[in-house]
């Protein structure tokens, strides 16, 4: 029971580490502002998530953001985008490990990615509109937005960048899926026996 449990820790660990040099591979989509970039750092959280569950998800994204804040730190002195970058992997994630987890087939995998990009890109607007926005701002020392630049900012560069950023990862994990989709029913079934 104890190996088990210090295996599963140094998976997630692992996927926590492989997930933050994704997160440094990152490129900006064209068209959008430079500080939206797109990155495969949720697959291994995708991963995590299917084999130990919603829990070790979480703990792979804030293993992320965690080496990510201290090896790069942050323009603000304050993590509000490794914050954000948290809480939309988390958004993402969940619901896609939640509706898989009723439908078990590539159909279903293909609904639940759907699902985590609609919730990413609904939450993460309001999130950014109402949290991470102003929230930048001030610890920023700039001068805040108006309300109807905001609001621009949210549906015209936030809102369609998540959509993008959802299905550029539905793409790649579903063509990994395809592959892992045995090897990850036998280590789920493995570790929740």
Do not use: C
């Amino acid at each position: 029971m104890k190996n088990n449990r210090i295996k599963k820790l140094v998976i997630l660990a692992m996927l926590g580490s492989i997930s933050y040099v994704l997160m440094l591979l990152n490129f900006p989509f064209p068209g959008f502002p430079v500080f939206l970039k797109i990155d495969f750092s949720e697959v291994p959280v995708l991963i995590a998530a299917l084999i130990f569950g919603p829990g070790a998800a979480i703990i792979t994204e804030l293993i992320k953001n965690l080496l990510d804040f201290f090896m790069t730190g942050s323009p603000t002195g304050v993590p509000v985008g490794h914050i954000a970058n948290f809480v939309a992997g988390i958004v993402f994630v969940l619901p896609v490990y939640f509706v898989y987890k009723k439908m078990r087939s590539k159909k279903g995998m293909t609904i639940a990615l759907a699902a985590g990009t609609m919730t990413m890109a609904i939450l993460m607007s309001l999130l950014n509109y109402f949290v991470f926005l102003p929230a930048y701002t001030i610890f920023m020392g700039a001068e805040g937005m108006t309300g109807s630049e905001t609001i621009k900012m949210v549906t015209m560069a936030i809102l369609p960048f998540n959509v993008i950023k959802g299905i550029v990862i539905t793409v790649v994990f579903m063509l990994m899926f395809v592959q892992l989709q045995p090897w990850l029913k036998k280590q789920s079934h493995y570790n929740n026996a």
